[in-house]
């Protein structure tokens, strides 16, 4: 990863800015993923930070700014803007069988991906978006803004404005 790889963290008033991954060798399933912050293991807390132009630019690149591989991840009063996937979350992504992570009051403007511009929680469990704007998010496939698939997911009181994809817009 670009900046960090860690487990069971707190992270609190940091800017991220500017950060790239290429590609992790060696691990082929994330290959790429985290432009800013990598996040393994259980119970982490991001607050108070800000995360701007960062990519994840590798062949299997997901989260421009953020990639989970965790359970029991609290992210407040946290704001995206411009970050980069190749493929998935342009700001955040997490990795298949992550459970129990929370967005809120968060703010998501103008990241890309090829899917899911703003924020990807992909066959993530007990995943809940609470409180977030996310404006002019862009994918070039899917979900211009958000995709969740998994059991027991909840959106609420968020705003969608502005966010654009060729097959769904939020």
């Known amino acids: 990863p670009a900046s960090t790889y860690m487990y069971g963290i707190t992270i609190t008033d940091c800017n991220f800015d500017n950060n790239v991954v290429l590609a992790n060798k060696g691990e ?3 290959n790429g993923c985290g432009g800013a912050v990598f996040l393994g293991g259980d119970h982490h807390a991001l607050t108070d930070n800000t995360f701007t132009n960062n990519k994840a630019n590798g062949e299997g690149a997901n989260g421009g700014a953020i990639f989970f591989v965790a359970e029991d991840v609290v992210v407040t009063n946290n704001r995206f803007e411009n970050n980069y996937a190749k493929l998935y979350g342009g700001a955040v992504a997490s990795s298949v069988g992550t459970s129990d992570i929370q967005v809120v009051n968060s703010v998501f403007i103008n990241n890309s ?7 990807d929680f992909y066959e993530t469990n007990d995943a809940q978006v609470i409180n977030c ?19 027991n997911g909840v959106v609420s009181y968020c705003n969608f404005t502005n966010n654009k994809a060729d097959y769904s817009s939020a």
């Open 28 to 30: 082929t399933n994330t």
């Open 113 to 119: 991906a090829r899917n899911a511009g703003g924020l």
């Open 133 to 151: 704007l996310f404006d002019g998010n862009v994918a070039s496939n899917k979900a211009g803004a958000l995709y969740m698939n998994g059991k």
